[in-house]
C-alpha cells in the first residue's frame, strides 16, 4: 500500500519556477536546466519503481517515497521505505544511464557515458548510512527491534552495471529484479514482529517527521531577487506578467483569463525570495495597483503578521505554500 507517494520534487518545481522568472538570455540558466534535468531523472526513475513494486502483496507492505526526517547531527532523507510486520527495508533509487561500475575500493559510482567518465558518492555507503540514522531515530521510539535491510536500485532498465565484488552484487539490484528481491528478503525474515498497530503507529509517527527540504535558490546561484521577472504568470502558457481588468487577470499572449493566478505568484515569491512581504512588496511583485486589493488578499489567506497596519509584515509560511503546490497550478 503506498502511503506516501512519489511527487515531483519541491526542488524541481522551485528549479521551475525560477527558471519561468528569469531572462532568456540570463547566464545561470544553463546550469539550473542542468540540474532541473538531474532532478527530474531521480524523479522519473523513483516512479518507475511503483510499477515492479506494485506486484508486491499490497496488504502486506506499507511504502513510503522521500521521506526527510529531521536527525542530528544532519537529518536523513530516504528514497524509498517499505515497512512490513517482519522487516523494513530501504531502497536508495539511482536512475543513471550507460554504464555503472560499483567501486568499493575508493567507494564511488562510476558512470560511463559516451566514452567519457563521471564519479558519484557511493551508494551503498550512502543508504548504509541512512540505516544507521534510522535505527538511531526508531530507537526512542520503543518500538521492538526489528531488521533493516538497505538496497541500492538501478532504475534505468537499460544500463549496464557492473561491481566486482560479491557484496557489492548483493546490495545492488536491477529494477527488473527488485520484486523478486523483495520476496527472497520476505524468506529470510518470517518472523513477524510488529502488529499492525505496532506499523500504524509508526507510519504516523513518520509522517509527522517528515519535513520536506526548501532549498534557496537564489543563494546557492547568487541571483539577487532583483533578477527576477515580476508579474502573475499565465496558468495556462505561463507567459508573464497577465494584466488585471475588471477584477480578474488577462493573458496577453493566449487570452487566457483567471481569477486566481495570484495565488501561485505569492508562492513563488514566498518560496523563491524571501518568507515575509508587505502590502508594497506584494504589489510591487505582482504588479497590482491597488492597496486594497492586496490588503483584501492577504487578509483572506490567514496569515500570521507582526506591526501596526501601516507597516504590517506578513509572514509567508514556506511549509504551508510547498505542501500546497498542487492547488495553485
Ligand atoms: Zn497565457
Not at 7 to 20: G, T, V
Not at 116 to 139: E, F, G, H, K, S
Not at 261 to 282: G, Q, W
Request: hydrophobic content about 40%; overall charge positive.
Amino acid at each position: 500500500m503506498i502511503i506516501k507517494p512519489c511527487e515531483i520534487p519541491i526542488k524541481a518545481r522551485l528549479l521551475e519556477a525560477l527558471l519561468c522568472r528569469l531572462p532568456v538570455a540570463h547566464p545561470k540558466r544553463p546550469v539550473l536546466e542542468s540540474e532541473l534535468g538531474k532532478c527530474m531523472a531521480g524523479y522519473r526513475g523513483e516512479q518507475s519503481i511503483d510499477s515492479v513494486l506494485a506486484v508486491l502483496p499490497e496488504k502486506e507492505y506499507l511504502l513510503f517515497h522521500d521521506l526527510r526526517i529531521p536527525s542530528t547531527p544532519y537529518p536523513f532523507q530516504l528514497d524509498i521505505l517499505i515497512l512490513s510486520s517482519s522487516f523494513f527495508l530501504i531502497l536508495e533509487v539511482k536512475n543513471i544511464a550507460g554504464e555503472i561500475y560499483f567501486d568499493d575500493d575508493f567507494h564511488q559510482l562510476i558512470q560511463t557515458k559516451h566514452d567519457q567518465a563521471q564519479a558519484y558518492d557511493d551508494p551503498i555507503l550512502q543508504v548504509n548510512r541512512q540505516r544507521t540514522q534510522l535505527l538511531q531515530w526508531l530507537t526512542p521510539k520503543r518500538a521492538p527491534t526489528i531488521p533493516v535491510e538497505t538496497l541500492v536500485v538501478s532504475a534505468n532498465s537499460l544500463t549496464i552495471v557492473r561491481a566486482k565484488n560479491k557484496e557489492v552484487t548483493e546490495k545492488v539490484v536491477r529494477r527488473n529484479s527488485l520484486a523478486l528481491k523483495i520476496n527472497s528478503l520476505a524468506k529470510k525474515h518470517q518472523e513477524d514482529i510488529l502488529s499492525k498497530k505496532e506499523l500504524k503507529r509508526l507510519t504516523n509517527l513518520l509522517l509527522k517527521a517528515h519535513t520536506p527540504y526548501i532549498p534557496k535558490l537564489l543563494t546557492t546561484y547568487k541571483i539577487s531577487a532583483t533578477e527576477l521577472l515580476t508579474g502573475v504568470q499565465c496558468p495556462n502558457c505561463r507567459a508573464l506578467p497577465m494584466k488585471r481588468k475588471w477584477g480578474k487577470w488577462h493573458c496577453q499572449s493566449c487570452s487566457y483569463c483567471s481569477s486566481d493566478a495570484h495565488l501561485a505568484a505569492i508562492r513563488d515569491y514566498a518560496l523563491l525570495i524571501k518568507p515575509t512581504v508587505t502590502n508594497r512588496e506584494l504589489r510591487d511583485f505582482l504588479r497590482l495597483d491597488s492597496a486594497s486589493v492586496a490588503a483584501k488578499w492577504l487578509h483572506s489567506m490567514n496569515l500570521p503578521y507582526t506591526g501596526s497596519t501601516r507597516d504590517r509584515v506578513y509572514h509567508l509560511n514556506w511549509h504551508d505554500f510547498a505542501a500546497d503546490w498542487h492547488d495553485y497550478s
